[in-house]
């Protein structure tokens, strides 16, 4: 969830670093082993306009629905539910049972005795003006592997609004909690080393198959073996959210000038560029222009043409084939929307080609070329 602000005037530092090999008030119940957390996710991508995930002035019209669901287990009788993992926003909501049922599942509240009521409200609202409202409470979270921490705090939903959005699992850094609130709180990635589960507060997203139908997080880590060349650090814009600096935009002999900072977030689809590069870009690949703005072009694009993404010390391609997005059986949509507004952003489009590390403490992303492959060398980071 983001909010829109003037990006040119900040001034951006950038370093390389690369990875060298090493030796791999919250209550955890806590386990043997290095101190990293891994979670599977499932991808899923939909056609429906994207509004669930985002702030009303985030500039997100055209882009896809696209959400990285992974199993959690609430109360002391462990209700299971399925959450939609967010990096652009930093609370847990979900929907309370006493609403009906619910896309991911709902939470019953009568039927845990660990429950905390905290006399909280939460407050969330949507680019299609609908919006969130509930309660923050604190209870138990258990996660697939059997990891449990005791008192968490999450808001759990007061109505019917979104019952066919899943339940958000927001990992941002702290501060972009709740709008209803000004009392910022420890969320799960500061829950984790608060318990001493993980030694900062950071993490790796990692999508798996050509395709990136699977997924995973590390909460504490960073796996060696899925990416190639260095993991390149870079120092966030603001203080909470996850912009980094796009010096060049390459493709078809052409290269544009950016300059600007970009999101890395997980809670889109598409890429969001400037009018240009996505007219260009449209142009090129021969799509057509519906009403709403969708691009629609051929499914059958080259896998050697490249729109090559410059940050200064690291570059990132994508191939032509890579840009499309199928929505529907045999159509396929460039997966570009041009800003109207200075945010741009980088989704599912460019990450699930991406190894992208968050250190919410240092403020700092760290992006490589992935590799499609099962093998794994995770580290402590």
């Known amino acids: 969830?983001?909010?829109?602000?003037?990006?040119?005037?900040?001034a951006l530092s950038v370093q390389g670093m690369a990875i060298k090999p090493t030796e791999a008030s919250?209550?955890?119940?806590?386990?043997?082993?290095?101190?990293?957390?891994?979670?599977?996710?499932?991808?899923?991508?939909?056609?429906?306009?994207?509004?669930?995930?985002?702030?009303?002035?985030?500039?997100?019209?055209?882009?896809?629905?696209?959400?990285?669901?992974?199993?959690?287990?609430?109360?002391?009788?462990?209700q299971k539910l399925q959450v939609d993992i967010d990096t652009g926003s930093s609370d847990l909501w979900v929907h309370n049972a006493k609403a009906g049922d619910a896309f991911?599942?709902?939470?019953?509240?009568?039927?845990?005795?660990?429950?905390?009521?905290?006399?909280?409200?939460?407050?969330?609202?949507?680019?299609?003006?609908?919006?969130?409202?509930?309660?923050?409470?604190?209870?138990?979270?258990?996660?697939?592997?059997?990891?449990?921490?005791?008192?968490?705090?999450?808001?759990?939903?007061?109505?019917?609004?979104?019952?066919?959005?899943p339940p958000i699992f927001g990992i941002a850094r702290k501060g972009v909690e709740s709008?209803?609130?000004?009392?910022?709180?420890?969320?799960?990635?500061?829950a984790l080393v608060d318990a001493g589960i993980i030694e900062k507060p950071s993490y790796s997203i990692y999508m798996t198959g050509d395709g990136g139908e699977k997924g995973l997080v590390l909460f504490g880590g960073i796996d060696r073996a899925k990416y190639s060349g260095d993991l390149v650090t870079y120092q966030m814009s603001h203080p909470t959210r996850s912009y980094i600096k796009l010096n060049t935009v390459n493709?078809?002999?052409?290269?544009?000038?950016?300059?600007?900072s970009v999101n890395m977030d997980t809670g889109t689809s598409w890429l969001i560029l400037p009018k240009d590069?996505?007219?260009d870009l449209s142009n090129l690949l021969g799509a057509s222009v519906k009403s709403n703005g969708d691009k629609y072009i051929s499914c059958d694009q080259p896998t050697d043409k490249f729109?090559?993404?410059?940050?200064?010390?690291?570059?990132?391609?994508?191939?032509?084939?890579?840009?499309?997005?199928?929505p529907f059986l045999g159509s396929c949509l460039l997966g570009a929307s041009a800003a109207t507004t200075d945010s741009l952003l980088l989704g599912d489009v460019f990450?699930?080609?991406?190894?992208?590390?968050?250190?919410?403490?240092?403020?700092?992303?760290?992006?490589?070329p992935a590799i499609d492959t099962e093998n794994t060398d995770i580290i402590q980071a």
């Open 307 to 326: 729109v090559t993404f410059d940050f200064g010390d690291s570059q990132i391609k994508l191939s032509y084939a890579d840009l499309v997005v199928r």
């Open 251 to 260: 493709f078809n002999g052409k290269t544009y000038n950016i300059d600007h």
């Open 179 to 190: 709008v209803s609130t000004k009392d910022e709180y420890d969320n799960f990635p500061l």
């Open 277 to 279: 590069v996505v007219n």
């Open 26 to 78: 919250n209550d955890l119940v806590k386990k043997s082993g290095p101190k990293v957390l891994k979670l599977d996710f499932d991808v899923h991508r939909s056609s429906a306009n994207i509004t669930k995930r985002d702030t009303p002035d985030e500039d997100l019209d055209n882009s896809r629905d696209i959400r990285y669901l992974m199993d959690m287990y609430l109360g002391s009788n462990k």
């Open 104 to 165: 991911g599942g709902a939470f019953n509240e009568d039927q845990s005795s660990s429950l905390q009521h905290l006399n909280k409200d939460f407050s969330i609202s949507y680019l299609d003006g609908s919006g969130i409202d509930g309660e923050f409470v604190k209870d138990t979270v258990t996660l697939e592997d059997g990891t449990s921490i005791n008192n968490f705090q999450f808001a759990v939903t007061d109505g019917k609004d979104n019952l066919n959005s």
């Open 351 to 368: 990450l699930r080609k991406t190894y992208t590390y968050f250190d919410l403490e240092a403020g700092t992303v760290a992006i490589a």
């Open 1 to 10: 969830m983001l909010s829109l602000f003037s990006l040119l005037s900040l």
